[in-house]
């Protein structure tokens, strides 16, 4: 595998369920990034890991938990959603604060 | 603060140019610029970090004028392959590091 990977790719989940979305970056970089993208909404930075310390979250709901063991993996536990939250949700990393590199994307839908 | 970008789309035909505008009302440290096609990950393009500077990408360039907070992203003889959501990302002075706000995105599309 290269660059970053996300999976699932697609999931569909009841407002009561708990899922983690998860982030796999095969480059060697020491920051992470969660965001979500929305129809029509520019990218909303949601959380930042650097050498695995959070250092950004965005006023996120907390029903969004993140996770990140190591530098080269990143998970967002999902519970109790809500509709709204149905969106693409992207991982990203880089090298410091250089370009990022973004994975695929998770589709989420609420039902 | 998110940036604003114009035009909010563009439609071109094969080999025009166009010129994609990113602006800021704070003083701005760095642009990055990503393309994002239709179902896919945005993929970077490039980053700007000093006034007036510009730099280059095939037939793709920009330029950074610190003193007007903005990023103009060129695109000459546009090409099929051109096609998609650009989006521009700020890096504002006194702002965390790790915090990239993007813009709303310019939609382009070259037609044939």
């Known amino acids: 595998e290269t660059g970053v990977t996300q999976t699932p790719r697609h999931l569909v989940m009841g407002m009561t369920n708990k899922k983690s979305l998860k982030c796999e970056q095969h480059?060697?970089?020491?920051?992470m990034y969660w965001y979500k993208q929305s129809a029509k909404k520019p990218l909303e930075l949601m959380f930042v890991y650097n050498f695995k310390e959070q250092t950004e979250n965005n006023s996120v709901p907390s029903r969004f938990s993140p996770e990140c063991p190591n530098s080269s993996h990143l998970f967002l536990h999902l519970h109790t959603l809500q509709p709204e939250d149905s969106a693409l949700y992207l991982c990203a990393s880089s090298q410091d604060w250089h370009e990022q590199y973004f994975g695929p994307g998770t589709r989420l839908t609420v039902t | 603060q998110q940036p604003v970008q114009s035009p909010q789309a563009v439609i071109l035909r094969e080999g025009e140019d166009a010129v994609i505008n990113c602006s800021s009302s704070k003083a701005l440290y760095s642009v990055h610029w990503y393309r994002q096609k239709h179902g896919e990950a945005p993929v970077f393009l490039m980053i700007?970090?000093?006034?007036?500077e510009q730099k280059g990408h095939e037939k793709i360039s920009a330029s950074f004028n610190e003193k007007k907070q903005q990023s103009s992203l060129y695109l000459t003889a546009s090409q099929l392959s051109y096609s998609g959501t650009y989006f521009c990302?700020?890096?504002?002075?006194?702002?965390?590091?790790?915090?990239?706000?993007f813009g709303k995105g310019t939609k382009l599309s070259v037609k044939p």
């Open positions: 480059l060697g970089h020491n920051a």
């Open positions: 990302g700020t890096r504002n002075y006194g702002g965390s590091q790790g915090n990239l706000i």
């Open positions: 700007l970090l000093k006034g007036g």
